[in-house]
T-cell receptor
Framework: AQSVAQPEDQVNVAEGNPLTVKCTYS??????LFWYVQYPNRGLQFLLK??????LVKGSYGFEAEFNKSQTSFHLKKPSALVSDSALYFC??????????FGKGTTLSVSS | DGGITQSPKYLFRKEGQNVTLSCEQN?????MYWYRQDPGQGLRLIYY???????QKGDIAEGYSVSREKKESFPLTVTSAQKNPTAFYLC?????????????FGQGTRLTVV
C-alpha cells in the first residue's frame, strides 16, 4: 500500500535559521511527491513537486525539497526561515494516478 | 478569477440532518476531490471523481454521498449516517490523468454539529 508520513508534528526554528520539514513515503513504482502549505482556516496552497529529474526541486516562496530515493524521503527545506513561514505543511503522494494522499501535517513555528 | 469556490464557509447541522456542501470550479479540470481535515489526522480522502457521471470512494466514504452531473460541480452530502461530521472539509480539482499535475484547493467549509 502506498503511504506518506511526516514524523514530526511540530518544528520550531528561529527566524533566519535554515528549516527542514521531513517527509517519508512508501510506494511501488515511481513516486510523484508534492508539498503544500496551509494557513489557518484556509485551503492548501501548492509549493512544489517532484516528478523526475533533479533530486533538488525548487518551489514557491524560496522553498526547496530534496528527493532521496534510497531513504524514500522528500524533505522540505528553506535556507533562511521567515516568521511568515509559520503554517501547517503537508506532504502529498500521488496514489497511482487517482488522488493525492497526505501525511498528517507538520506545524512550522518560526520565532522572531 | 479562476479557481475553486466552496460554500458556505461555515455550516451548522443538527443531529439527524443531511447537509450538502457546495464545490464549484471554473478551471476546466476533469478531476475533483473531497477531503476531510481533523486536527492531528491530516487530510483524508472521502470521494473523488475523474470524469462527469463517475466517482469513486476514498478512504472514509461511509456516511457521505456525492454527485458529478456537471464538470464544474461536485457537491458533497453529509448524511445522518455520518456519526462524527464535525470537521473542516476541503474540495480540490486537478487535470485528469496527470500524475505530475498539482491539485488546486478551495478555501474549505467548516461543519459543526449542534
Amino acid at each position: 500500500a502506498q503511504s506518506v508520513a511526516q514524523p514530526e508534528d511540530q518544528v520550531n526554528v528561529a527566524e533566519g535559521n535554515p528549516l527542514t520539514v521531513k517527509c517519508t513515503y512508501s510506494v511501488s513504482g515511481n513516486p510523484y511527491l508534492f508539498w503544500y502549505v496551509q494557513y489557518p482556516n484556509r485551503g492548501l496552497q501548492f509549493l512544489l513537486k517532484y516528478i523526475t529529474g533533479d533530486n533538488l526541486v525548487k518551489g514557491s516562496y524560496g522553498f526547496e525539497a530534496e528527493f532521496n530515493k534510497s531513504q524514500t524521503s522528500f524533505h522540505l527545506k528553506k535556507p533562511s526561515a521567515l516568521v511568515s513561514d509559520s503554517a501547517l505543511y503537508f506532504c502529498g503522494l500521488d496514489q497511482a494516478g487517482t488522488a493525492l494522499i497526505f501525511g498528517k501535517g507538520t506545524t512550522l513555528s518560526v520565532s522572531s | 478569477d479562476g479557481g475553486i469556490t466552496q460554500s458556505p464557509k461555515y455550516l451548522f447541522r443538527k443531529e439527524g440532518q443531511n447537509v450538502t456542501l457546495s464545490c464549484e470550479q471554473n478551471l476546466n479540470h476533469d478531476a475533483m476531490y473531497w477531503y476531510r481535515q481533523d486536527p492531528g489526522q491530516g487530510l483524508r480522502l472521502i470521494y473523488y471523481s475523474q470524469i462527469v457521471n463517475d466517482f469513486q470512494k476514498g478512504d472514509i466514504a461511509e456516511g457521505y454521498s456525492v454527485s458529478r452531473e456537471k464538470k464544474e460541480s461536485f457537491p458533497l452530502t453529509v448524511t445522518s449516517a455520518q456519526k462524527n461530521p464535525t470537521a473542516f472539509y476541503l474540495c480540490a480539482s486537478s487535470i485528469f490523468g496527470g500524475r505530475d499535475t498539482e491539485a488546486f484547493f478551495g478555501q474549505g467549509t467548516r461543519l459543526t454539529v449542534v
